[in-house]
């Protein structure tokens, strides 16, 4: 009987070695593609990379130089804004409540323009009493919590700077300042 069984154990071991064989034939050795792949990729991403880093490094010098020559030939942004003031006074204006007394706004504006011709139309007087008409108008709709922090003064200058470039279209302003702001 122990016999058999050791027979029994060779012949499977030995389909085993014969099994094994076989798949060794079968699976293919890595071809080229595989080859491509490993060390191909590899030394293509570097390439790049260098070429890369070469442009970074070596190139783009002279876009400096001609951003530096466009910035001494054109004067500042700053040099060339006016500013003007369309109001002698600060206006006057008492905000709208729901309930209690209705607080004053007094506020007093300059304009900031680079169009020539913005002095000229505000010296015109229907033209700036229909500015002043304009700002009371929207002032006088405000509640005090539109002032509120830093974003109800954005809303405020920039609807007033819309209401202005109304009035003197086909010029237009580059901004309202706020000079004197005070909520009584």
């Given at each position: 009987m122990e016999?058999?069984?050791?027979?029994d154990a060779e012949t499977e071991t030995g389909t085993d070695a014969e099994e094994g064989a076989e798949e060794s034939a079968?699976?293919?050795?890595?071809g080229l593609m595989k080859l491509a792949l490993f060390i191909g990729l590899p030394v293509l991403i570097l390439v790049l990379a260098g070429a890369a880093a070469?442009?970074?490094?070596?190139?783009?010098?002279?876009?400096?130089?001609e951003k530096e020559t466009a910035e001494i030939a054109e004067p500042d942004y700053w040099e060339q804004v006016q500013i003007i003031s369309p109001f002698e006074e600060a206006l006057q204006v008492s905000?709208?409540?729901?309930?209690?007394?209705?607080?004053?706004?007094?506020v007093s504006f300059n304009i900031s323009y680079l169009?020539?011709?913005?002095?000229?139309?505000?010296?015109?007087?229907?033209?700036?009493?229909?500015?002043?008409?304009?700002?009371?108008e929207f002032l006088l709709t405000l509640r005090p919590e539109d002032l509120d922090g830093s974003m109800g003064h954005f809303r405020l200058k920039s609807?007033?700077?819309?209401?202005?470039n109304l009035?003197?279209?086909?010029?237009e302003v580059e901004d309202v300042m706020i000079n004197e702001f005070m909520l009584q």
């Amino acid at each position: 009987m122990e016999l058999a069984m050791a027979e029994d154990a060779e012949t499977e071991t030995g389909t085993d070695a014969e099994e094994g064989a076989e798949e060794s034939a079968a699976k293919p050795k890595p071809g080229l593609m595989k080859l491509a792949l490993f060390i191909g990729l590899p030394v293509l991403i570097l390439v790049l990379a260098g070429a890369a880093a070469a442009l970074l490094f070596l190139g783009g010098g002279d876009e400096d130089a001609e951003k530096e020559t466009a910035e001494i030939a054109e004067p500042d942004y700053w040099e060339q804004v006016q500013i003007i003031s369309p109001f002698e006074e600060a206006l006057q204006v008492s905000l709208s409540r729901q309930q209690g007394r209705s607080p004053t706004l007094i506020v007093s504006f300059n304009i900031s323009y680079l169009d020539p011709m913005v002095p000229q139309r505000l010296s015109q007087p229907e033209r700036k009493l229909a500015l002043r008409d304009s700002y009371i108008e929207f002032l006088l709709t405000l509640r005090p919590e539109d002032l509120d922090g830093s974003m109800g003064h954005f809303r405020l200058k920039s609807e007033l700077v819309r209401r202005t470039n109304l009035i003197l279209a086909p010029h237009e302003v580059e901004d309202v300042m706020i000079n004197e702001f005070m909520l009584q």
